[in-house]
């Protein structure tokens, strides 16, 4: 079992899913057992996987991807391939997609519980799987996009669970369209690449683009376009409408899908075709900005909102955000980073949530407070995703942060990173007070106090683990970690685009980012702790901008304008075309001259025969004058 | 010496008369008349040619023969028609005899 | 000028005239026997032709026979009585027709070359008619025969009382 059996990993599940579509309902459970044995069974496989490409590593000399797959349309100079390569890069991404997968696979077994389409769920739960592999795994960028489209749909579907609920339903299809804006960036210059290189596979792109074959201009127009389609995905502004009313979704989706998995697709897309964008000059620009803006435009709302899913979404924004702000600096080691331990805390902050949702059934933070005391568990875990959000050490976020702030100082100028580093104490203000008004303090609501408990065991157990995977997840960047699990390395070593970078130290870059972390915290605690009156009095001293904040920058508002004005607007003009113009003129247009020509001819039939003689005669006129004429 | 065309330029002018009194007559027995002129025309025009062109054949004139037993067989046919159509409508006129219209 | 020529002449506008006069009367007696009269310039125009027996055929079966059977029929069908306009509103568009077949036809008449045979006709032989008419034609005149009885009896199918009618 090597990295030639590599696709077997996204294989099992989407033969699972085909599986639970089609006969699902007739399985005992439901199925859900087959599913849950899907997902674990990849994770499995892949463990050997990795062993492979550890050892293939380790015994030096140039590295090869392992390649797997079989040619789909070859004729010409056409082809298209289900091609699945095996390189550093994807292994973070399975071990992230296939574990979490699994984590919120078990979670659901608890949570979802009695749900009436019970056995649907896990079926998209596995389709959604497998797009994911697919498209962690493609080696082209076709086959990435269909799993693209897959993922796509299976968010849709997930959003949209429970769709009797009007809210769940257009939170779904907002989720779709948005996403479809930037994914018709990628298919374009997806094909804009393979017209210029003529193949989709993408280490022969890479290799055109080395060689300067593909002209500048050309080059940063598809680099642009692929950035479009990752932003929508990635919800970066201003695609990042979608992603808080995406948590109309049962809670473990959001942590699977919203939180690490479909969200950083976006990031994976642009950290596996870094050669393009540091060919094509100034788009790592573009990349940094759109992540600086995403940045503060989130932290800012998840100051204000009382949602508790609302605000780890936002949460979630502001990670995505910082991982391109990695990416722009030109870092795919730190990006990666980011993605493997972001995927351990902030699964593990949904999938928290979802057990305070299903213990007190009410998510407006408002309604609640002191809930430690009756989910002391639920509530470390959830202090310590919390805590490795904001970046406090030695948890895991700790060590990303750090290693993004070291990446922005070495790579960026000084306006990114100080503008970073104030990201940093507004995301551990905000996390505080989160933890704080939910779990701290007095309870606001009696009855929701009394109702609060710990959740079943699938539930609980599996927000352990992810707890204790936040606690000791960041120390892999050490290289005596990494060499100690048979890597060549730490982090730094295994994950690389140019060079591997073994963990360094700036004392001075760390020791600012500790404080600001602390200072964050701390501030938390002055605005949040016991009744909150500070946090109100410094609410009520801004109202204008408070308001601003807490109706999202009326962004929406803006959307929806858009919407109404333009887009329906041309989209009556069309269908009034369509209708009148097509239908009417064009297609019943000769059918209705033809009745109304039979009509008028009718009348010609008059009955009376001198008539009928006359035209008789008429005609023999004509002929015989004809005949007279052509004769002589 | 009388030109043949002129035997041909006579029975042409009877013919159209003919013409112009079916179209024009609404009683059937009036119109039956005309169809009796144009046949008479007809008639002239084959005798005219047979005197004129082969006088030792004389088909033209065994023609004229058969015209004129056809036209008797034929006049007595149609006034049946019309002696019936009489006792039916009323009416001999063939404009009021319009059923078969639109 | 010949006194055939003038004799010509004359019965051709006899002709001419009763047959305006069958298609042009107010009065549908008066058709009728404009009728009868054009018949007999016809039977004429025959002897000039030189076809006696033709002549006889005319008078004795069209002018004789078909005439008195459409006078018969005028009567019957109240011709007299019913008081209305004897021609439909067709007059106009029918003398254009009507005035225009005359020219076709005449144009035709003049402007061709006919074969000519003999300069005047000749006298027809009435034994060779007689013999042609039985020896050679002899199917269709028994066709003929056939023909008649069938109008004979069709007339009297078509004419005849009804089912309880006297």
Redesign the interface.
Same mark, same amino acid.
């Given at each position: 079992m090597g990295m030639e059996q590599a696709w077997l990993i996204p294989a099992i599940p989407a033969a699972t899913a085909a599986v639970l579509i089609l006969v699902g309902k007739y399985l005992p459970r439901k199925g859900d057992w087959l599913s849950v044995l899907a997902i674990s069974a990849s994770f499995v496989i892949f463990l050997f996987v990795l062993k492979d490409l550890a050892d293939a590593l380790a015994s030096g000399g140039e590295f090869e991807p392992g390649r797997s797959g079989t040619d789909w349309v070859a004729f010409a100079d056409f082809k298209l391939r289900i091609g699945f390569a095996f390189d550093q890069l994807a292994a973070v991404m399975v071990t992230v997609v296939s574990f979490i997968s699994l984590m919120v696979q078990v979670y659901s077994l608890g949570y979802m519980k009695g749900d009436s389409r019970y056995g649907w769920y896990f079926a998209v739960q596995s389709l959604f799987a497998a797009s994911m592999l697919t498209l962690v795994l493609a080696d082209n960028l076709l086959l990435l996009y269909f799993a693209w489209e897959g993922v796509g749909i299976c968010s849709y579907l997930l959003i949209g669970h429970y769709h009797e609920k009007q809210s769940a339903a257009e939170a779904a299809k907002k989720a779709f369209v948005t996403t479809r804006l930037g994914d018709v960036g990628l298919l374009i210059g997806t094909i804009l690449l393979w017209r210029s290189v003529g193949t989709f596979d993408l280490s022969e792109i890479f290799a055109a683009v080395r060689a300067g074959e593909v002209d500048q201009a050309y080059l940063t127009a598809s680099v642009i376009l692929l950035l479009l389609g990752a932003m929508g995905k990635s919800a970066q502004f201003p695609f990042h409408v979608w992603l808080p009313d995406a948590m109309e979704g049962p809670t473990p989706v959001s942590a699977l899908i919203h939180a690490a998995t479909m969200v950083v697709a976006g990031v994976y897309l642009v950290a596996r075709t870094m050669p393009l964008f540091e060919a094509a000059d100034g788009t790592l620009v573009i990349v940094t900005v759109v992540g600086l803006i995403t940045t503060f435009l989130s932290a800012t709302m998840g100051l204000v909102m009382t949602d508790i899913k609302k605000v780890v979404a936002y949460s979630t924004l502001n990670s995505l955000g910082l991982m391109f702000v990695a990416l722009g600096s030109g870092s795919v080691t730190v990006a990666m980073l980011y993605v493997f331990t972001h995927a351990f805390f902030k699964a593990l902050l949904f999938l928290a949530s979802g057990s305070v949702y299903h213990a007190t059934d009410e998510l407006e933070i408002t309604q609640m407070g002191g809930l430690a005391r009756r989910m002391p568990l639920t509530a470390t875990v959830f202090t310590l995703g919390a805590m490795a959000m904001a970046g406090l050490p030695p948890l895991s976020g700790f060590w990303n942060k750090d290693e993004l702030l070291l990446t922005v100082f070495d790579n960026q100028n000084v306006v990114v990173f100080l503008l970073v580093l104030v990201s940093v104490v507004i995301t551990a203000l905000y996390m505080t007070r989160l933890v704080l008004l939910v779990f701290a303090g007095e309870p606001r609501n009696k009855q929701i106090y009394e109702h609060a408990h710990e959740p079943v065991p699938a539930m609980k157990w599996t927000t352990v683990l992810l707890g204790v995977l936040t606690v000791f997840a960041g120390f892999v960047v050490f290289d005596q970690i990494g060499r100690l699990m048979g890597f060549p390395g730490g982090f730094g070593k295994f994950v690389f685009s140019e060079e591997g970078e073994a963990f360094r130290v700036n004392a001075g870059v760390t020791a600012s980012s500790i404080v600001l972390v602390l200072a964050g915290i701390g501030g938390g605690f002055y605005f949040w702790w016991g009744p909150a009156l500070r946090a109100q009095a410094a609410a009520q001293a801004i109202p204008r901008l408070y308001d601003l904040v807490r109706n999202k920058f009326y962004i929406d508002d803006a959307y929806q304008w858009v919407i109404n004005r333009v887009v329906l607007v041309v989209a009556a003009a069309v269908s009034w075309y369509d209708r009148a113009v097509v239908n009417d003129t064009g297609v019943n247009g000769p059918a209705d001259l033809t009745r109304f020509g039979g009509f008028l001819l009718k009348f010609h039939e008059t009955g009376r025969m001198p008539n009928y003689a006359l035209v008789m005669t008429a005609g023999i006129v004509v002929l015989a004058v004809i005949a007279f004429l052509v004769g002589t | 010496m009388i030109p043949l065309e002129h035997f041909l330029v006579v029975s042409a002018v009877l013919f159209s008369l003919g013409v112009y009194g079916v179209l024009v007559r609404r009683n059937a027995v009036l119109i039956l008349m005309s169809v009796e002129l144009m046949l008479n025309a007809a008639s002239i025009n084959m005798v005219a040619f047979a005197a004129y062109t082969s006088p030792e054949r004389f088909i033209g004139i065994i023609f004229a023969i058969f015209i004129i037993i056809v036209a008797a067989a034929e006049v007595g046919l149609a006034l049946g028609i019309i002696l019936r159509l009489f006792r039916n409508r009323r009416t001999a006129n063939v404009d009021e005899v319009d059923q078969l219209k639109w | 000028m010949?006194v055939?020529?003038v004799i *010509?002449y004359f019965i051709?506008a006899a002709? $001419?005239l009763g %047959?305006?006069g069958?298609?042009v009367s107010r009065n549908?007696v008066h058709? !009728?026997l404009s009728?009868v009269f054009? =018949?007999l310039a016809?039977a004429a125009? *025959?002897i000039?032709?030189?076809?006696e *027996?033709?002549a006889l055929? #005319?008078v004795l079966?069209?002018a004789g %026979?078909?005439a008195v &059977? /459409?006078l *018969?029929?005028?009567v /019957?069908?109240? +011709?007299r009585d019913?008081n #209305?306009?004897?021609?439909?509103n #067709?007059?106009p568009? !029918?003398?254009i027709? %009507? =005035?225009?077949?005359?020219g076709? &036809? $005449?144009?035709?008449?003049?402007?061709t070359t006919?074969?000519?045979? !003999?300069?005047?006709?000749?006298l027809?032989d009435f034994n060779?008619?007689g013999d042609?008419?039985f020896r050679s034609?002899v199917v269709?005149f028994e066709v +003929?025969s056939l023909?008649?009885l069938? +109008?004979?009896v %069709?007339? $009297?199918?078509?004419?005849g009382p009804?089912e309880g009618e006297e």
């Amino acid at each position: 079992m090597g990295m030639e059996q590599a696709w077997l990993i996204p294989a099992i599940p989407a033969a699972t899913a085909a599986v639970l579509i089609l006969v699902g309902k007739y399985l005992p459970r439901k199925g859900d057992w087959l599913s849950v044995l899907a997902i674990s069974a990849s994770f499995v496989i892949f463990l050997f996987v990795l062993k492979d490409l550890a050892d293939a590593l380790a015994s030096g000399g140039e590295f090869e991807p392992g390649r797997s797959g079989t040619d789909w349309v070859a004729f010409a100079d056409f082809k298209l391939r289900i091609g699945f390569a095996f390189d550093q890069l994807a292994a973070v991404m399975v071990t992230v997609v296939s574990f979490i997968s699994l984590m919120v696979q078990v979670y659901s077994l608890g949570y979802m519980k009695g749900d009436s389409r019970y056995g649907w769920y896990f079926a998209v739960q596995s389709l959604f799987a497998a797009s994911m592999l697919t498209l962690v795994l493609a080696d082209n960028l076709l086959l990435l996009y269909f799993a693209w489209e897959g993922v796509g749909i299976c968010s849709y579907l997930l959003i949209g669970h429970y769709h009797e609920k009007q809210s769940a339903a257009e939170a779904a299809k907002k989720a779709f369209v948005t996403t479809r804006l930037g994914d018709v960036g990628l298919l374009i210059g997806t094909i804009l690449l393979w017209r210029s290189v003529g193949t989709f596979d993408l280490s022969e792109i890479f290799a055109a683009v080395r060689a300067g074959e593909v002209d500048q201009a050309y080059l940063t127009a598809s680099v642009i376009l692929l950035l479009l389609g990752a932003m929508g995905k990635s919800a970066q502004f201003p695609f990042h409408v979608w992603l808080p009313d995406a948590m109309e979704g049962p809670t473990p989706v959001s942590a699977l899908i919203h939180a690490a998995t479909m969200v950083v697709a976006g990031v994976y897309l642009v950290a596996r075709t870094m050669p393009l964008f540091e060919a094509a000059d100034g788009t790592l620009v573009i990349v940094t900005v759109v992540g600086l803006i995403t940045t503060f435009l989130s932290a800012t709302m998840g100051l204000v909102m009382t949602d508790i899913k609302k605000v780890v979404a936002y949460s979630t924004l502001n990670s995505l955000g910082l991982m391109f702000v990695a990416l722009g600096s030109g870092s795919v080691t730190v990006a990666m980073l980011y993605v493997f331990t972001h995927a351990f805390f902030k699964a593990l902050l949904f999938l928290a949530s979802g057990s305070v949702y299903h213990a007190t059934d009410e998510l407006e933070i408002t309604q609640m407070g002191g809930l430690a005391r009756r989910m002391p568990l639920t509530a470390t875990v959830f202090t310590l995703g919390a805590m490795a959000m904001a970046g406090l050490p030695p948890l895991s976020g700790f060590w990303n942060k750090d290693e993004l702030l070291l990446t922005v100082f070495d790579n960026q100028n000084v306006v990114v990173f100080l503008l970073v580093l104030v990201s940093v104490v507004i995301t551990a203000l905000y996390m505080t007070r989160l933890v704080l008004l939910v779990f701290a303090g007095e309870p606001r609501n009696k009855q929701i106090y009394e109702h609060a408990h710990e959740p079943v065991p699938a539930m609980k157990w599996t927000t352990v683990l992810l707890g204790v995977l936040t606690v000791f997840a960041g120390f892999v960047v050490f290289d005596q970690i990494g060499r100690l699990m048979g890597f060549p390395g730490g982090f730094g070593k295994f994950v690389f685009s140019e060079e591997g970078e073994a963990f360094r130290v700036n004392a001075g870059v760390t020791a600012s980012s500790i404080v600001l972390v602390l200072a964050g915290i701390g501030g938390g605690f002055y605005f949040w702790w016991g009744p909150a009156l500070r946090a109100q009095a410094a609410a009520q001293a801004i109202p204008r901008l408070y308001d601003l904040v807490r109706n999202k920058f009326y962004i929406d508002d803006a959307y929806q304008w858009v919407i109404n004005r333009v887009v329906l607007v041309v989209a009556a003009a069309v269908s009034w075309y369509d209708r009148a113009v097509v239908n009417d003129t064009g297609v019943n247009g000769p059918a209705d001259l033809t009745r109304f020509g039979g009509f008028l001819l009718k009348f010609h039939e008059t009955g009376r025969m001198p008539n009928y003689a006359l035209v008789m005669t008429a005609g023999i006129v004509v002929l015989a004058v004809i005949a007279f004429l052509v004769g002589t | 010496m009388i030109p043949l065309e002129h035997f041909l330029v006579v029975s042409a002018v009877l013919f159209s008369l003919g013409v112009y009194g079916v179209l024009v007559r609404r009683n059937a027995v009036l119109i039956l008349m005309s169809v009796e002129l144009m046949l008479n025309a007809a008639s002239i025009n084959m005798v005219a040619f047979a005197a004129y062109t082969s006088p030792e054949r004389f088909i033209g004139i065994i023609f004229a023969i058969f015209i004129i037993i056809v036209a008797a067989a034929e006049v007595g046919l149609a006034l049946g028609i019309i002696l019936r159509l009489f006792r039916n409508r009323r009416t001999a006129n063939v404009d009021e005899v319009d059923q078969l219209k639109w | 000028m010949t006194v055939t020529e003038v004799i *010509f002449y004359f019965i051709a506008a006899a002709a $001419i005239l009763g %047959g305006l006069g069958v298609v042009v009367s107010r009065n549908v007696v008066h058709a !009728a026997l404009s009728l009868v009269f054009t =018949l007999l310039a016809v039977a004429a125009l *025959f002897i000039l032709l030189a076809s006696e *027996f033709l002549a006889l055929v #005319q008078v004795l079966v069209y002018a004789g %026979g078909v005439a008195v &059977l /459409l006078l *018969f029929a005028l009567v /019957l069908t109240r +011709a007299r009585d019913m008081n #209305q306009t004897l021609d439909n509103n #067709q007059k106009p568009l !029918a003398a254009i027709a %009507g =005035l225009a077949l005359m020219g076709v &036809l $005449i144009a035709m008449t003049v402007l061709t070359t006919w074969p000519r045979a !003999a300069d005047e006709p000749t006298l027809v032989d009435f034994n060779a008619l007689g013999d042609a008419l039985f020896r050679s034609w002899v199917v269709p005149f028994e066709v +003929a025969s056939l023909v008649l009885l069938v +109008a004979l009896v %069709g007339a $009297i199918v078509l004419a005849g009382p009804e089912e309880g009618e006297e």
